[in-house]
């Protein structure tokens, strides 16, 4: 017999985590998974599990993570940026150079030659004439 908080006396523990897992689901608004729908679901991990990829859906796969990952790395670049003049804000100069070894390793789109993200200076008309 379990002997925790249990609304029914003399019920084993199973019982009780079977009570509060329902009882959380009715917290949380959500339904109690039945029989053919976690049947399903074993079906389709199995079917997964169980897959055999051919090349084309490989490189499929890859590309769509290659450009995933391509989509974040400007923001990488830049966090890495912060991280490193926050280091030589505060004298930790290793940490710097370890950080900057970093940023070197990422790969993605970057300036051309002789290219920048600054605006370029506006000339006036009086300077042009």
């Known amino acids: ?3 925790g908080r249990c609304p029914a006396p003399n019920q084993t523990k199973a ?3 079977n009570h509060r897992y329902k009882q959380t689901c009715i917290v949380e608004g959500v339904s109690l998974p039945t029989k053919p729908k976690l049947a399903a679901k074993i079906t389709a991990i199995n ?13 499929a796969k890859l590309t769509k993570s290659d450009a995933l990952v391509n989509k974040f790395i400007p923001f990488e670049r830049k966090r890495l940026n912060n991280l490193i003049k926050e280091a030589k804000a505060s004298g930790k100069t290793e940490k710097a150079e370890a950080l ?3 940023l070197e390793v990422l790969d993605g ?3 051309a030659y002789s290219t920048s993200m600054q605006p370029s200076p506006r000339v006036s008309l009086s300077r042009v004439i």
């Open 100 to 102: 900057r070894k970093e």
């Open 109 to 111: 789109p970057k300036l």
């Open 47 to 59: 079917n997964l599990v169980n897959c055999s990829w051919t090349e084309a859906e490989w490189q």
């Open 15 to 17: 019982c009780c985590q």
């Open 1 to 3: 017999m379990y002997s």
